[in-house]
């Protein structure tokens, strides 16, 4: 994904392309008024990058090991008009999440566990609207979370 691999440093990130760094490790970052601002060493630690073109790579330990599709990426998936859809082209997930707020249904949250694969349905937009691949918290297996549900 961006000429990025499962497995590959994540120093190769260009690091130009870095929007935003998350990271538990505080990385250098320089930048200011007027200044596009520049991460450096981010790519050495575990969280993600967050790069212009929306995809984002999961990083651990200075390895990509998971990647995030949204935004443009997302063009191949805009045909599932419902819900229902949505499951006849992905297939029926191992685990579903509930996302309300204020009793109304934001979407679902769905996790493919063989795949290592978290795919997001917004229900107020009717549209896939975020994937994860690789190695994200709830891809590989069960955990608990609230309104999760078996399907």
Not at 119 to 136: E, H, K, M, Q
Request: with cysteine; net charge positive.
């Amino acid at each position: 994904m961006g000429d990025m691999a499962l497995g590959a440093a994540a120093v190769g990130v260009s690091r130009r392309s870095i929007v935003q760094a998350q990271s538990r490790v505080v990385a250098r970052y320089r930048g200011g008024t007027g200044t596009r601002g520049e991460y450096h060493d981010a790519a050495r630690s575990y969280g993600s990058l967050h790069c212009a073109g929306k995809v984002s790579y999961q990083v651990r330990a200075g390895t990509v090991v998971g990647f995030t599709l949204h935004g443009r990426h997302l063009s191949h998936f805009a045909h599932p008009a419902s819900y229902e859809d949505f499951l006849a082209a992905f297939g029926r997930p191992d685990r579903t999440r509930d996302d309300e707020a204020y009793g109304d249904l934001m979407g679902y949250d769905t996790y493919y566990w063989g795949a290592r694969k978290h795919v997001r349905w917004d229900a107020w937009d009717s549209r896939v609207s975020l994937i994860n691949l690789g190695d994200f918290e709830g891809n590989t297996g069960p955990w608990q979370m609230c309104g999760e549900r078996s399907s």
